[in-house]
Every structure is written in C-alpha cells, then in structure tokens.
C-alpha cells in the first residue's frame, strides 16, 4: 500500500470516530513493521511523535498505555458535557413519545411545523440518544435531547459544526428546537454567534430584526479547547513571521447555540416566485441587521437561508394567515460595520465559496466584506437555486455548477475566483455551456432533433425549441446590468491614475526636424507655430477625456447605486414580485447530480 493511501486511511479513521462520537480529542497508536508513532488529533489539526522501534524499546509504548489507562474520560477525549439516554429512562421514553404524530393537532401547529417532527424521528432510527449540555451565562445549565445529527459538516479539522432538532428538557412537550454544536475559531475580531443573535433580538437600537432566528440560549462547552496549534507555534517559533501567521493552525473553541425555530432548506421553495419573495425577506434582515444593529453578515449562502412556516396576521382582515418566510442564519461570521469601514483586514478568508462576491475571491486575506458583496452572494444564490430547479438552456448543469460557482484559479500559493464568474459580472451576461446565453424558460425546452446535426449522442445540445421566457430573465438581467457598472468602478479605482491618462510628451527640435516629414513635404506645417497649435490640441484632448471619464463615472454610479441600497434592492425584487406574471408550477426535479458530476 502506498504512503498516500495509508495517510488517507489513518486520517479516514480519525475523522470517523470524531463524526460518531462526542469527542474534544482522540489518540492513535500507530504500528508499521517494528516502528511506531503515537498521535493526538483535535479539531486544530494534529501532533505526531517521532517514530520509534517498540522491539527495541518497548517501555516508550508501554508508559504510554498505562498512563492512558490512568486517564479521566475528559483527558482520553470523551465530551462529559454529553451523556447516554439509555432505554428505559424517562428521557428515553419522553424522546419515543414525542416522535410519534400527535393524537391532536392544537391550533393548526403540528401541520404547520409537521417537519420537525418527522426530522427528529428520523434522528432517532438506529441511533444512540444523548443529553447534550449547555452553560448559558445568564441562564444556568440547559440540557436538550437528541439522536442523530440532522446535519453534519465533513472533515475532521475546521468547525466540525453539527446541528440536531432537539427537545428542550425544561419544556419537554413544547415546540421542537434547533441545537447548534461546534467548534468556534477565537480569533480576535469575531463575536459568539449568541451574543450576535441577542443583538439582533434585542429591543434596543430600533428594534428586533425581523427574519433572523431567535437565540434560546448559548454558551461554551466546559472549557473544551484545541491544543493541537500550540505545539505547532512551538515548534515553528523560530521560523514564524508576520506571513507565516496568516497560515498557521487556527485554534478553536467548543460552543454550541439553541435557537427556537426549526427550519426548512432553501432548496424546498415552491416556486420561483416564492423563492423571489424569500430572498426580499433577507435582503430585510441584512439590511436591518446592518442599519440598526452595525452588523454585517459575512457569508450568505445556500445553507444560511432557511425556509421557516410561521402564521401572520392579514394587515386588513385581522385573519391569521399561514406563509413562509426566509431566516438569515448563521452569524458567526457577522462582522461590526465600524470594523469594515476602517478596512478591518481579515488573517483568513471566511464565507462560503460558491457564493462569495467576484471581488472578495479576487482579495484573499486583504479585505471584509462590503453591503456590494453581500447582494452580489444574493445574485448568485438566486442563479445556484434557478439553475438547479427551473427549466432553462444549460444542458450540462453539473458542469455550469462547476465553472461558475466552484472554479478557481491558483497564483503564487494563493487561490481566486475563477474565470465564469469573474466574467458574468464583468460582461453583464450569462452564458451556457456552448457560450449562448443562459435563458430561463417557463417549462421545459425541447431539444431540436436534426439530421444533420453536428453534435453527437453523447453530448446534449443547448439549442432547444424555445417556449415562452420567464420572468426570472429579467431580474437577472437588472442586477447584471448593476453588478457590470460596480466592477467596471472597481476598475476605474485599481487603475493607477498615470495609466488612465495619456499625455503625449513634449516635441523635441529632432523631431521637428525628421528628415522623413521633410522629404514627404510637410515642412510647411511644421512652422513657428506648431507648438502652440499641438499644445492647444493637446489640452483639447485631455479636457474631452476628463469630461467623458466624469460623464461615465456619474453613470456607472448610478447604475451600480443600488448594490449598497437595500431598500433599492428589496424595491427591485418586489417590482419583480408584485409587477410580473409568474408561472405557478416552474419548479422541476433537481438538475444537479447527487454526485455533482
């Protein structure tokens, strides 16, 4: 077997027993002919012994086995903050009954949060049940019910984020809840995602923001630390510089936040019009969160918008009505506005791929995030959800999902934004795979069958038999045409100022002199005057490229304006909403392969 492969193995080991178990840090005795390595793993990363032969020095091993045998369940790694619901117990019994469909449904809530309820009896099939703690500062202890996580981020180094739909243990029979556990990076410049959710909450400055989840309560683990960073820091201490810290190990803290609302994907949206109207309800919650609360989220994307079913009162009737809305999530990443305006500079570069602003890609570790980028990861969060379930063009989803969202480009060490998406808000179009533009329909394109086709079997085409357009081209194209203008200012602003103008240099008595205008007969316009008719054209010039520069300035500003507006921009999507038709059954099957491929 390769070293490769025995690496991958070892590291497939590790990341599995984190992903079963609730682990701080595990151990791993290495053995490899007569040779072995012991090895601590934490969600820092991990600590290698230097190899040594257990044949000839068996006592090294041998001392490490009986002091482990020696340690508390907290120094083998086990998180004493979790513990078993065996059979049997009350809570193992609470946990069976509250996954069964209610015998009544009182006022209408098991039919508007049935899913809860389903997720979290799904957590239960062939799992173990746990009671899993959290130390709220102002709350004391809270303990919470759960199986299986509903959602659990891969890998074995980072966050390790997994999320579970909970019971509450002081209100056993009371709604569902949502339990956050993870390792949060305590880098200086980020807040605890709790202490930003109470700020959004809070009454004070204007107001609770609307359309963000409401926090039950939070705090850190114990005091449940990685280690791994430190002996990486003393071990490169001599080596470290200011550049070296921009790569070193990161070190993180157990955490974990419950909030009361359990939520649907983004994914689950019904139709485009609705998913047009979910996305208005976080340009409002960024907005507010940003304008009355000094916040910025920092990293919109797919997993951070939730569907919520919740019941509102009809403004003119009074009737409580059942309707959806989107929650901004996840703000652990939420940045001080004041921290952006005076060029707060990032040591790493956080969001989420996909999603993340043309520019922020192109600025790795130099810059935060801006309100423009954040509209701009609404554009293309739109545009990631439209490709994979409407009809339009594309005939190689996986492919465009590729390009467009995932590629990159790898300079000097660094990785940028690839070349799709930096072209899309630089041309203002979007194109399909046989570069055409990318066109949405109302229903599904029929492919044009000919004889004497071009394109073999094996590779669909993009020409279709086009029905009728729908009305998601045209928000597309509006936010386009501003995203075009925001980069060209971009441009305009990187480019030093003696590149953007050009000023012909002083003629010299050579020149004037050129034997090649003379002998074409040109000596007569060169004359005592010359100089001061060129000089007096030059200026001309230069005022005539000042005036179009200002003219074209003063536009691209105006039309990239409403990138930095919320209400501009929430003003365009309800245009969109409340002005045009929408089909009401354009929602298809998912066009992007479970694989991807």
């Known amino acids: 077997m390769e070293l490769e492969d025995v690496l991958e193995r070892i590291l497939s080991n590790a990341t599995s027993v984190f992903g079963g178990q609730h682990r701080t840090h595990i151990f791993t005795v290495l053995l490899f002919d007569t040779k072995a390595r012991l090895i601590r793993w934490d969600r820092a990363g991990y600590v290698v012994s230097e190899p040594f032969d257990y044949v000839s020095e068996p006592q090294k091993l041998i001392l490490f086995i009986w002091r482990f045998a020696r340690m508390s369940p907290e120094q083998r790694g086990h998180d004493t903050s979790a513990s078993r619901v065996f059979p049997d117990s009350a809570d193992h019994e609470l946990m069976k009954e509250r996954a069964k469909p209610p015998e009544m449904d009182v006022e209408g809530a098991a039919a508007l949060h049935g899913y809860a309820r389903v997720a979290f009896a799904e957590s239960l099939d062939h799992a173990t049940f746990w009671r899993l703690g959290v130390d709220d500062a102002k709350k004391g202890p809270q303990y919470f019910l759960v199986g299986k996580p509903h959602v659990h981020a891969p890998g074995l180094a980072g966050r390790g984020t997994r999320t579970y ?156 009505k059942a309707t959806r809305v989107a929650l901004l999530a996840d703000w652990e990443l939420a940045q001080r506005v004041d921290q952006v305006d005076e060029g707060f500079i990032q040591t790493h570069r956080v969001g989420t791929w996909r999603f993340m602003s043309a520019h922020a890609l192109s600025h790795p570790w130099k810059r935060a995030v801006g309100v423009q980028d954040e509209m701009e990861s609404i554009f293309h969060l739109l545009l990631y959800q439209a490709i994979r379930y409407l009809p339009h063009n594309c005939s190689s989803v ?57 394109i073999s079997d094996d590779e669909p085409s993009d020409e279709h038999c086009d029905p009728a357009l729908h009305p998601i081209n045209g928000l597309f194209a509006e936010i386009l045409h501003s995203l075009k203008a925001q980069y060209r200012l971009y441009d305009i602003d990187s480019t030093p100022s003696n590149a953007r103008q050009f000023s012909p240099p002083e003629w010299t008595p050579e020149e004037l002199n050129d034997p090649m205008l003379l002998l074409q007969g040109f000596e007569d316009f060169i004359d005592g005057g010359f100089m001061q008719r060129h000089r007096l054209q030059d200026a001309r010039t230069e005022s005539w490229r000042a005036d179009l520069a200002a003219a074209e300035r003063a536009q691209l500003e105006a039309d990239a304006a409403r990138l930095a507006s919320h209400d501009a921009m929430v003003d365009l999507f309800v245009a969109y909403y409340m002005r045009v038709a929408w089909p009401k059954k354009d929602r298809v099957p998912d066009k992007l392969p479970a694989d991807g491929q």
Not at 176 to 193: I, M, Q, R
Not at 407 to 424: L, P
Request: one cysteine or more.
């Open 165 to 320: 739909v909970a019971i509450d243990a002081a209100d056993p029979y009371g709604p569902f809840v949502y339990l956050k556990d993870a390792w949060c990076n305590v880098e200086p410049g980020f807040d605890l995602e709790g202490n930003i959710l109470e700020r959004l909450n809070s009454q004070d400055d204007g107001g609770p923001v609307r359309f963000v989840p409401t926090v039950r309560c939070h705090g850190y683990v114990k005091d449940n630390k990685t280690s791994s960073q430190k002996a990486w820091r003393e071990s490169r201490a001599q080596a470290l510089n200011q550049l070296d810290s921009v790569h070193s190990l990161k070190a993180y803290r157990h955490y974990r936040l419950v909030v009361d609302e359990v939520c649907l994907p983004l994914s689950d949206f019904r139709c485009a019009r609705e998913l047009v109207l979910l996305l208005m309800c976080v340009i409002k919650a960024h907005g507010e969160a940003y304008n009355l609360k000094g916040l910025i989220h920092g990293d919109i994307s797919a997993g951070n918008v939730l569907i919520y079913p919740t019941l509102k009162r009809h403004p003119r009737t009074g009737e409580m």
């Open 398 to 454: 996986a492919r465009f999902v590729h390009e467009h969202f995932d590629g990159y480009e790898r300079s000097h060490g660094a990785y940028y934004g690839g070349t799709a998406k930096n072209g899309a808000v630089r041309t203002g179009e979007l194109l399909n795979r046989r570069l055409h533009p990318l066109l949405f329909y109302v229903t599904e394109p029929t492919p044009l069958e000919s004889e004497n086709s071009s």
